[in-house]
């Protein structure tokens, strides 16, 4: 299965912070959203989730959400029945669940643990970062395991407007320094 990483950056490489007063970039979230409905999923940590949950500035709209497989990495939520989304405990899990949906490619929307936690095991064939027009103090970032180097190959480098960039990667197998 392959498996692609979505994730905005500020200007200055940091993983994108949004706050209730700095919600995303409306075309981030429109590029994000255009993804999920190509590929039919995705994939996003819990406290990403509960964060679409409580605030609609932060996620797309519901209705172009409709049929997309949602997969919510957590092993402490518990959704109710008839939820928009499912839940499985790690980020292998998360692809079993999908590859047994028939899913081909899976799309993975974040947060910063989440991410991090698939580039880690390394189940990431694909980055889609999109460069936001913003700097930020010190801050998260996506990252590989401690020692770890990979080769990345430029397939596409679009302009979404807005002054944001998406670029997207091919990422070469596992290396060290
Ligand atoms: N820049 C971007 O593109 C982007 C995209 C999405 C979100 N964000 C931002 O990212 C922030 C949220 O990121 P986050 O890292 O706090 O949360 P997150 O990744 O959304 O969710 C974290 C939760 O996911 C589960 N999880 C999955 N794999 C894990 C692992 N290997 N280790 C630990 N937990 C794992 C755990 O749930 P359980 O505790 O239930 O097991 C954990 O509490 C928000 O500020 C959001 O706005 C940015």
């Given at each position: ?29 429109a ?6 409905r ?8 819990r ?23 949602i ?13 928009p ?44 970062v ?6 930020e ?6 990252t ?9 190959t ?24």
């Open positions: 299965m392959k498996t692609i990483l979505w994730a905005a950056l500020s200007a200055n490489g940091n993983y994108a912070r949004s706050s209730q007063r700095h919600p995303p970039k409306p075309e981030a979230t590029d994000f959203a255009a993804h999920a190509e590929h039919g999923n995705f994939i996003v940590g406290q990403t989730f509960l964060e679409f949950q409580e605030n609609a500035s932060r996620r797309p709209q519901s209705a172009s959400m409709d049929g997309i497989d997969v919510v990495v957590s092993s402490t939520l518990a959704l109710p029945p008839g939820a989304a499912q839940t499985a405990p790690d980020a292998r899990a998360a692809l079993a669940l999908l590859r047994g949906r028939g899913h081909q490619t899976a799309l993975v929307v974040g947060g910063e643990r989440t991410h991090n936690a698939f580039l880690s095991a390394g189940l990431v064939d694909e980055v889609i999109v460069v936001t027009p913003s700097f103090d010190e801050g998260r970032k996506i590989l395991s401690r020692g770890e180097r990979r080769e990345a430029l397939i596409e480098h679009t302009s979404l407007g807005g002054g944001l960039i998406r670029l997207r990667y091919a990422l070469g197998s596992v290396d060290t320094w």
